[in-house]
């Protein structure tokens, strides 16, 4: 492993779009001349079952393979997934969770309470709440929260915003295009202005 790797872990249920996420984010280090490797864990996703997604970028990645307490970067787009997946955040690391619940199929059906806590346990952690289903509808479609989140990842990362901008174009059917550059925009701005 080369010491300049970073490792990004994207974490959420199915349907939230963290698999066109990490497609992106994978791009964006292609298109900085970095290497990438990238490993994907579906879990029922197309019922709403977690989804993690690990993106290693750096100028020579041997591995794919994320270790718990190795992960600069955890992304979540859910609440919940961020604590099921906190063990891998590195300390020092950065925590990045979008401010929304989804009620699991066992809590939905009242077979299980929902965790307590959940809130408070993420900002012990150093979490940024970011409120991503707000910005995304700010944004034109709730659909684009993945968007509103990697704008948020890109303020850690040194990737210029020209970069992204132009992956995302590319990447999102051209009649999302300005919704997806707008979430992206807001994720980013959230995250810059929570800095100052």
Known sequence: MSNDTKTVLLSGVGGQGAILAADILSRVAMACGQDVK??????MAQRGGAVTTVVRLGDSVASMVA???????????????????????????????NDEFIKPLPVAT?????PSGVVE???????????????????????????VLLGALSTK???????????IESRVPAKF???NIAAFKLGRKFV?????
């Open 121 to 147: 346990s993420l900002e012990q952690a150093g979490a940024v709440l970011v409120p991503a289903e707000a910005l995304a509808k700010e944004a034109g479609s709730v659909k684009a929260v993945n968007v």
């Open 67 to 97: 270790d718990k307490g190795s992960v600069d970067y955890l992304v979540s787009f859910e609440k919940v997934e961020a604590l099921r997946n906190i063990e891998f955040l590195k300390d020092g690391g950065a925590l990045l969770v």
């Open 157 to 167: 990362l040194s990737y210029d915003e020209a970069t992204w901008l132009s992956v």
């Open 177 to 179: 295009k300005d919704v």
């Open 192 to 196: 810059e202005e929570c800095s100052a």
């Open 110 to 114: 009242g077979a299980v309470q929902a």
């Open 38 to 43: 990238l490993s994907e864990i579906h879990g």
